[in-house]
């Protein structure tokens, strides 16, 4: 849909109806958890988003650009998270480790959230690199006191190796599967 809306130019007001989609069940879950939202940087370079944060929603929001969304001038996208980080929105660097920028999305935006990509993820208790590779990165994120999730966990021993070297955050089908809403407000991991 993304595409066809792009081809159109009816990308903008797609994403947009997506992202006030994704918010519109944030007063049914608890106020300690947030929303993660994956986001271009051609929204957040709109301003667009300015106006659908309200200050009460903001801090409960995170915004995900990924590794594979090319950021043009991270100067002018730096000043275009301005407003949104003043009102508490914070942002994460989604599938680190994959995307064509490498690590300089991660470097270059300040983002408080660091989601490593399950290509990473996948089978590092079987593989000694993939592993001191998170591990490295663990050591990057206590030193500039961002958080870190792992994506993609399927196996308890993808969990266990992630305990073993510091990730103590985690997503994927190992803790649940995708659910709408109305699940999330009664869903208690069992591990």
Known sequence: WFKEAKSVDLDQELELLAIKRGIEGIHCIDESAYISLNVS???????????????????????E?????????????????????EKGVRLAVDDAGAGFSSFQHILELGAEIIKLDMSLIKD??????RSALTSALISFSKDTNTMVIAEGVETQEEYNEL?????????????????????????????
């Open 41 to 63: 940087a051609e929204i957040i370079l709109s301003g667009l988003l300015s106006d659908i944060f309200t200050d009460e929603i903001a801090p409960r929001i995170v915004l």
């Open 65 to 85: 650009v990924t590794e594979h969304s090319k950021v043009p001038d991270y100067e002018l996208f730096r000043h275009a998270l301005c407003k949104l980080r």
């Open 124 to 129: 590092l208790d079987k593989d000694p690199a």
């Open 163 to 191: 305990l073993r070297i510091g990730v103590g955050n985690i997503q994927g089908y190992y803790v649940g599967y995708p659910m709408p809403v109305e699940q999330v407000i009664l869903y208690s991991p069992s591990f």
